[in-house]
Nanobody
Framework: QVQLVESGGGLVQAGGSLRLSCAAS????????MGWFRQAPGKEREFVAA????????YYADSVKGRSTVSRDNAKNTVYLQMNSLKPEDTAVYYC??????????????????WGQGTQVTVSS
């Protein structure tokens, strides 16, 4: 099975930055589209960003577009999410996910097949 491990979360003040990492243990990592999602307490999981293969077409939710950047390093089997100008509304557990068997909209959680355990991001006001 594909194992995904997120890291880089933590506590940051509003306006600060964080870089989240997602390390994958999977030999065909470079051929997978990867997504970032987040889930706040009592709320549904929502799309944050996604990146397609090594060529790097990227997609962003309107809520983070312009202040977030998703990238990948296939040599390291790692995908990153750089988040700047963080807001308290960004507070959530952030998950990375891999699209393997299914296809479709990058913003739909149901289209992803493997998920990491999440990393907590807390933004204080």
């Amino acid at each position: 099975q594909v194992q995904l491990v997120e890291s880089g979360g933590g506590l940051v003040q509003a306006g600060g930055s964080l870089r989240l990492s997602c390390a994958a243990s999977e030999r065909t990592f470079s051929s997978r589209a990867m997504g970032w999602f987040r889930q706040a307490p009592g709320k549904e999981r929502e799309f944050v960003a996604a990146i397609r293969r090594s060529a790097g077409s990227t997609y962003y939710a309107d809520s983070v577009k312009g202040r977030s950047t998703v990238s990948r390093d296939n040599a390291k089997n790692t995908v990153y999410l750089q988040m700047n100008s963080l807001k308290p509304e960004d507070t959530a557990v952030y998950y990375c996910a891999a699209m393997v068997f299914r296809s479709g909209s990058y913003s739909s959680p149901s289209n992803y097949d493997y998920w990491g355990q999440g990393t907590q991001v807390t933004v204080s006001s």
